[in-house]
């Protein structure tokens, strides 16, 4: 259910013959940390991500997003031109990428927890890369 989160489940399968002493059961339990991720408890996804190339020094971007977790561990950031990764800090808004080519460079960002990461942010047309 978008916007909820599971927090116990329980489906049971029963089986039992007229007449026989045979019987069987089988019962399967999920549970999990509520959160207002997609998927058993993982981070919500980030939104609004927003490169900027530093004009002083193109070699440097500084990538902004708006945190939308409550329970990420770290974000990672990901320049998936060059398919690097970085790993930032919980609560993070920004981080200062350097070192890059001064070509076209794209940018994702995810939060991670213990359960595993959220979806990767999309990259649109241009608002996710310099």
């Known amino acids: ?25 089988v019962t399967f339990s999920l549970k999990h940390a509520g959160g207002t991720g997609i998927g058993l408890g993982r981070p919500a996804e980030p ?6 190339r530093d004009a002083a020094d193109p070699t440097r971007v500084v990538v902004e997003w708006s945190d939308q977790a409550t329970d990420e561990r770290w974000y990672e950031v990901s320049d998936s031109t060059l398919r690097q990764i970085k790993k930032v800090p919980p609560n993070s808004t920004s981080f200062t990428w350097t070192g890059l080519p001064a070509e076209k460079q794209c940018f994702q960002v995810r939060a991670v927890n213990l359960v595993g990461p959220s979806a990767w942010t999309p990259v649109r047309a241009t608002a996710e890369c310099v």
């Open 47 to 52: 939104s609004n991500v927003v490169p900027t």
């Open 1 to 25: 259910m978008p916007g909820k989160s599971l927090t116990n489940w329980q489906l049971s399968a029963e089986n039992g013959e007229a007449g026989s002493d045979d019987y069987a059961r």
